[in-house]
């Protein structure tokens, strides 16, 4: 028989407690986008972990909270996964159970000034360590990553600039960590530190407010960005392609370097297809610029289906291709189908695996006024957006504009794609250039190389067209020179905590031995004395 009572009603209830806590930092991200809450958002989960009875419970707490965090940062898959959702949510929080015991480790009781310290550091390097490992791809990316919620704050975008959005986080989760010391230990010298951590972390983002000058401009370019919006019907592509074609036409005459399409807006490969590469080329003729399609087809020249980003001009396609690297799990591809393959009997899984890239592309767009010799242009496709090495690798490869092409149409009425358009200020932050992000039905929208947006985005409720004056620039910034060094350090702060947490103990079993009382020794019994004994 179950027994229940104050200590099973606890349970549950922490339990309850810590799927909300880890839930709540998710408003912090777009479409709410109250990026102010981030910097207290993690406080509740904290002082839950910290005040766990053992550290088997923290670690079951913390991979409680990240369940819950991952459902509320991907709740807008539920009708494409159904309940694979939940198991999905289930795996991935089971990344946040070691941190639930860190936390605990460090901030439980009444810590010490020093562990104080040590914890400032620790926590937000092991939540870092979460978010590395869940960005791989495998396991869905880098979407939902907490220094992301920074995305419209000018000076945290400045840090991002520095360290990129790994630092950001590591910001984040530390003012985060310097409130619980401030607000629930008593402590005053540790309280103290706290403070100071906080007023730590403000200096740093005024420091880099002051410091970080935002690239300067050499040129511009006029980028014209075409969304046909929500079309719907068996006969979907063909209209989709030509709604695009209508609201490209009249951008004749008005100067544009580049007119840019969605993710998915040409439905078959241009070789197999040569009237449609014509009607292309035939619309770059009259518009007077070239154009970014995105193909997602079988290809003729290569088994599979590939989604790639073609550059179309006067005269047909100019031979510059990039195909997708980074694909979506089970939207593109089904992880492990042998195992997984259920899972498009649930949900809108691929039936098909699409087909991999193997190098990123840096294309050459002509007219790109004040550009030199000509545009250098790095083409993204769709979450490849949320990668900050890609969008690096590119810049470093010397494009001077980032394009993401993208389409969120599946997901129209959720946060996903508002969401997924902040990813380019960061992006623009992280590298200095100018991101363009062009989606089929909204929200497509540019950001200067600081981050910050330029003219009025396309919502979700749009087709149409808009057209973006671009500032270019050419400066490098720390985080391309540098790249994910923030990640590097907080691995190194674990390392050394985890080298002299190992050491203290070593010893302190060492002392135990040494003081340990001598135990008496019992007399050795020879068969002698055994003998002399009466009755033997």
């Known amino acids: 028989m179950r027994r229940s009572g104050p200590l099973s009603s606890t349970r549950w209830g922490r339990g309850v407690a810590a799927v909300g806590a880890g839930a709540l930092p998710a408003l912090a991200l777009p479409a709410p986008s109250l990026w102010w809450l981030a910097y207290g958002a993690l406080v509740p989960w904290l002082l839950l972990l910290?005040?766990?009875?053992?550290?088997?419970?923290?670690?079951?707490?913390?991979?409680?909270?990240?369940?819950?965090?991952?459902?509320?940062?991907?709740?807008?898959?539920?009708?494409?996964?159904?309940?694979?959702?939940?198991?999905?949510?289930?795996?991935?929080?089971?990344l946040w159970a070691p941190w639930g015991w860190l936390?605990?480790?460090?901030?439980?009781?009444?810590?010490?000034?020093?562990?104080?310290?040590?914890?400032?550091?620790?926590?937000?390097?092991?939540?870092?360590?979460?978010?590395?490992?869940?960005?791989?791809?495998?396991?869905?990316?880098?979407?939902?990553?907490?220094?992301?919620?920074?995305?419209?704050?000018?000076?945290?975008?400045?840090?991002?600039?520095?360290?990129?959005?790994?630092?950001?986080?590591?910001?984040?989760?530390?003012?985060?960590?310097?409130?619980?010391?401030?607000?629930?230990?008593?402590?005053?010298?540790?309280?103290?530190?706290?403070?100071?951590?906080?007023?730590?972390?403000?200096?740093?983002?005024?420091?880099?407010?002051?410091?970080?000058?935002?690239?300067?401009?050499?040129?511009?370019?006029?980028?014209?960005?075409?969304?046909?919006?929500?079309?719907?019907?068996?006969?979907?592509?063909?209209?989709?392609?030509?709604?695009?074609?209508?609201?490209?036409?009249p951008l004749a005459g008005r100067g544009v370097d580049l007119v840019v399409w969605g993710e998915s807006s040409v439905g078959a490969d241009l070789t197999a297809r040569p009237d449609l590469a014509r009607r292309l080329a035939a619309l770059s003729r009259e518009v007077g610029a070239q154009i970014l399609v995105n193909v997602d087809a079988r290809r003729s020249d290569m088994p599979g289906i590939y989604k790639s980003s073609v550059l179309v001009g006067p005269d047909g396609p100019t031979g510059d291709r990039y195909d997708k690297m980074r694909l979506v799990p089970f939207g593109e591809y089904v992880p492990a189908r042998s195992v997984l393959g259920w899972a498009t009997s649930v949900g809108r899984a691929a039936d098909e695996d699409r087909r991999r890239g193997t190098e990123p592309v840096v294309m050459t767009v002509g007219g790109g006024r004040g550009a030199g010799t000509g545009l250098r242009l790095g083409p993204l496709v769709c979450f490849e957006s949320a990668f900050p090495d890609m969008s690096r690798q590119l810049v470093r490869d010397g494009a001077g504009l980032l394009v993401a092409q993208s389409a969120t149409s599946t997901f129209q009425e959720s946060w996903a794609p508002a969401q997924h358009a902040s990813l380019?200020?960061?992006?623009?932050?992280?590298?200095?250039?100018?991101?363009?992000?062009?989606?089929?039905?909204?929200?497509?929208?540019?950001?200067?190389?600081?981050?910050?947006?330029?003219?009025?985005?396309?919502?979700?409720?749009?087709?149409?067209?808009?057209?973006?004056?671009?500032?270019?620039?050419?400066?490098?910034?720390?985080?391309?020179?540098?790249?994910?060094?923030?990640?590097?350090?907080?691995?190194?702060?674990?390392?050394?905590?985890?080298?002299?947490a190992g050491g203290t103990g070593a010893v302190r079993a060492v002392r135990r031995r040494r003081t340990a009382p001598e135990t008496p020794r019992r007399p050795v019994r020879t068969a002698r004395a055994c003998a002399g004994r009466p009755g033997r």
């Open 50 to 94: 910290r005040t766990a009875p053992t550290g088997r419970r923290a670690a079951l707490e913390g991979w409680l909270g990240g369940a819950g965090f991952m459902l509320a940062v991907h709740h807008w898959l539920m009708p494409s996964l159904h309940v694979f959702i939940l198991v999905l949510a289930a795996l991935l929080g089971l």
């Open 103 to 249: 936390v605990r480790r460090v901030l439980g009781g009444e810590p010490s000034p020093l562990r104080a310290a040590a914890a400032l550091v620790l926590v937000p390097s092991g939540w870092l360590m979460v978010e590395l490992v869940r960005s791989w791809e495998g396991l869905g990316g880098p979407w939902g990553l907490l220094g992301a919620s920074q995305w419209q704050v000018a000076p945290a975008l400045r840090v991002a600039s520095v360290g990129g959005v790994w630092l950001l986080s590591l910001l984040v989760v530390a003012v985060n960590t310097a409130l619980v010391l401030v607000a629930a230990v008593e402590h005053r010298r540790t309280a103290a530190v706290g403070a100071a951590s906080l007023a730590l972390a403000t200096g740093s983002v005024g420091a880099a407010w002051a410091w970080v000058t935002p690239p300067e401009a050499v040129g511009r370019a006029r980028i014209a960005v075409v969304q046909p919006g929500v079309i719907d019907g068996s006969g979907s592509v063909e209209a989709r392609f030509a709604r695009g074609e209508e609201l490209t036409r």
């Open 424 to 500: 380019a200020a960061l992006r623009a932050a992280e590298s200095g250039r100018p991101m363009v992000h062009a989606t089929l039905t909204g929200v497509s929208v540019a950001y200067g190389a600081d981050g910050t947006r330029i003219g009025a985005p396309l919502g979700t409720d749009r087709s149409a067209t808009a057209v973006y004056d671009v500032p270019l620039t050419a400066a490098t910034t720390s985080y391309v020179r540098f790249g994910d060094w923030a990640v590097y350090a907080a691995l190194a702060a674990l390392g050394v905590a985890g080298a002299a």
